[in-house]
């Protein structure tokens, strides 16, 4: 057994910070269940979400083994913690997410754009991640796109119904843009993590997914009438922060719902 | 959504795997063709119940009522002779 070196705690960082996308929006859009416009979309909702659950689940486990398998000198470590006691028992600050995710529902249109962009973001990710080194992502990877692939169509087509349908759905999905838009800067931070993993050929340099974002993105904006927002050196505000654990106010209310079940009965079980 | 604006309904046909027909699993609202496609892939086949669907415009349905039910079924009910099994398979012929 070897011991574990830089490149593990980075592996492990990096998968938390990849399931932490998809558990906290898994989360949010669990909160539609029962109250999406229309029983069709509302099952449509729901098997997003859970896309996005399994995913979070495959991300933290494997990150919860990695941390757990070796400790400094190549012991075991005690208490090595599950993909429950990461999604469970880790406060506001310790999560890695990006600030996207957490926005609240807001009207349906809100919901729509954040997906197109959340999902346009993760299956550019993910085709990229399919050649990882790391055995692991590339397998969640692998699985993942095809989801992905399913999200991104199902989110961009309401967006061009909308954005193309009466004024009154223009109007809001506009608004969406609009107030979502200043987040996806964030996507496409490059920090020390990601590109010391992305010289090793197991991460993703994220500034490199940005071109085909935007294209696909844009496309979608262009194809629903609506304008495209400044994208790279000449945006506005670019709020960031997510991936050090620095988070908008809405996550923590989002975790207070989603853990408090597990740490009024720890352990409890279906 | 007001009544006057419901989504059409669609019929959504399912098939199983390859090499079986398609059947009727059930219907939905759908404002299009393809958004009923996607919504029928939500609702009929997240449980690995199929390999392609079809879905149909329910208004374009030309459906059999029940009044007519006996001139239309009613006289097929005394022709065993249609069944293969009303006839004898000859000797020698086993494999029929």
């Given at each position: 057994m070897r011991n574990e070196?830089?490149?593990d705690t980075d592996v492990s960082a990096y998968a938390v910070r990849l399931g932490d996308d998809a558990l906290v929006l898994a989360q949010r859009l669990a909160e539609c269940s029962s109250r999406a416009p229309a029983l069709e979309e509302d099952i449509a909702l729901s098997n997003i979400a859970l896309d996005l659950l399994g995913q979070a689940r495959a991300l933290l486990t494997y990150a919860g083994e990695i941390e757990g398998a070796r400790g400094p000198g190549g012991v075991p470590r005690q208490g090595s913690r599950s993909e429950d006691d990461l999604a469970y028992l880790r406060s506001e600050r310790e999560f890695t997410n990006c600030q996207l995710v957490e926005q609240p529902n807001g009207d349906f249109a809100v919901t729509m754009a954040r997906q197109l962009f959340f999902s346009a973001y993760q299956l550019a990710l993910y085709r990229r991640l399919v050649a990882s080194a790391d055995a692991t992502l590339a397998g969640v990877a692998a699985k993942g796109v095809k989801e992905v692939a399913y999200h991104v169509d199902h989110a961009g087509g309401w967006v061009v119904r909308l954005g193309d349908g009466t004024d009154e759905s223009h109007r809001r999905v506009a608004a969406a843009v609009e107030q979502l838009w200043p987040f996806t800067h964030e996507l496409f931070e490059a920090d020390e993590l990601t590109g010391r993993l992305a010289g090793a050929g197991v991460g993703v340099d994220s500034s490199e997914l940005a071109i085909a974002w935007k294209e696909h993105v844009g496309g979608v904006l262009s194809e629903a009438t609506l304008k495209c927002p400044p994208f790279g050196e000449t945006a506005g505000w670019r709020p960031a922060g997510g991936r050090r654990g620095v988070h908008t106010e809405h996550l923590g209310f989002l975790l207070a719902e989603m853990q408090h079940l597990h740490r009024s009965h720890p352990g409890a079980k279906w | 959504m007001s009544a006057g604006r419901e989504?059409?309904?669609?019929?959504?046909?399912?098939?199983a795997k390859r090499g079986l027909s398609h059947n009727h699993v059930g219907s939905l609202?759908?404002?299009?063709?393809?958004?009923?496609?996607?919504?029928?892939?939500?609702?009929?086949?997240?449980?690995?119940?199929?390999?392609?669907?079809?879905?149909?415009?329910?208004?374009?349905?030309?459906?059999s009522s029940p009044d007519e039910k006996d001139p239309f079924f009613e006289p097929a009910a005394d022709k065993v002779y249609r069944h293969p099994t009303f006839y004898e398979v000859p000797e020698g012929a086993e494999h029929l």
């Open positions: 070196t830089p490149l | 989504w059409p309904l669609w019929e959504v046909f399912v098939r609202h759908a404002p299009d063709a393809r958004t009923a496609l996607g919504n029928a892939r939500d609702v009929y086949t997240r449980r690995q119940e199929g390999v392609s669907i079809w879905v149909v415009p329910a208004a374009a349905i030309t459906a």
